[in-house]
């Protein structure tokens, strides 16, 4: 079976354009969330969504925003890209929400986003 | 709210050694998870083990063990037989059992595995 998928896996964008990062994840998973990662930290918590609805958001400006659709893949969108939104960006998908022994995260192999 | 300390910047430890990756966390929730992933160098994050706060045992999955203290609030990671592919960045996160779905993460450890 297919794990979490993203993509692009890396791209380079210019300050003040936008950009679109998107995730599939695993198949019969409804929960999708995306993670900011800077160099040299842990992920930071940005968007949470389960069965299409957002379930929480993390300290981030409105530049941030994001969608899921109803075969489950999900968009982050970055509007006005500044040079410090360069990162790592995560999706994770579990089958439910909430941490517990059911629900495992499982996490892809990241969008790697440089702004310039 | 939700902390996750990892003291260890940097651990080595030589092949076929065992090794201990520590973790504390903070929070007033009662159910919770607490997760380990291991991240290399291509950047995904690979899940290792999971412990939940109500669990009675500790959790292993094969060379990974999890040593649970609840009343310190531990939670470290025991990896048995170091193998030079676990050479790689060690985080652990927490989660609270509820419908909101936020893992927290500690700033990681790395770890070298030497011949």
């Known amino acids: 079976d297919a794990g979490v998928t993203q993509s692009p896996t890396h791209l380079i964008k210019t300050r003040g354009q936008h950009v679109t990062l998107r995730c599939s994840p695993i198949s019969g998973h409804k929960s999708v969330s995306w993670y900011q990662q800077v160099l040299g930290q842990g992920p930071q918590f940005i968007f949470q969504y389960y069965e299409k609805e957002e379930r929480g958001r993390g300290n981030f400006p409105d530049r941030f925003s994001a969608r899921q659709f109803p075969n489950y893949s999900s968009e982050l969108n970055v509007n006005a890209l500044l040079l410090g939104d360069s990162a790592l960006y995560l999706c994770a998908s579990s089958l439910e929400t909430g941490a517990n022994s059911r629900n495992t995260i499982y996490f892809g192999e990241g969008s790697w986003l440089t702004v310039v | 709210a939700q902390k996750i300390t990892q003291t260890q910047p940097g651990m080595f430890v030589q092949e076929k050694e065992a090794v201990t990756l520590d973790c504390t966390y903070d929070?007033?929730?009662?159910?919770?998870?607490l997760f380990w992933y291991k991240q290399p160098s291509s950047g995904e994050m690979i899940f290792l083990i999971y412990q939940g706060s109500y669990d009675q045992q500790n959790a292993t999955e094969g060379r990974y063990s999890l040593n649970f203290q609840k009343a310190r609030k531990s939670a470290n990671l025991v990896i048995s037989a170091s193998q030079l592919g676990d050479s790689a960045m060690y985080f652990c996160?927490?989660?609270?059992?509820?419908?909101?779905?936020?893992?927290?993460f500690g700033t990681g450890t790395r770890l070298l595995v030497s011949p």
């Open positions: 996160a927490m989660g609270l059992n509820t419908g909101f779905q936020k893992l927290v």
């Open positions: 929070t007033s929730d009662p159910s919770y998870g």
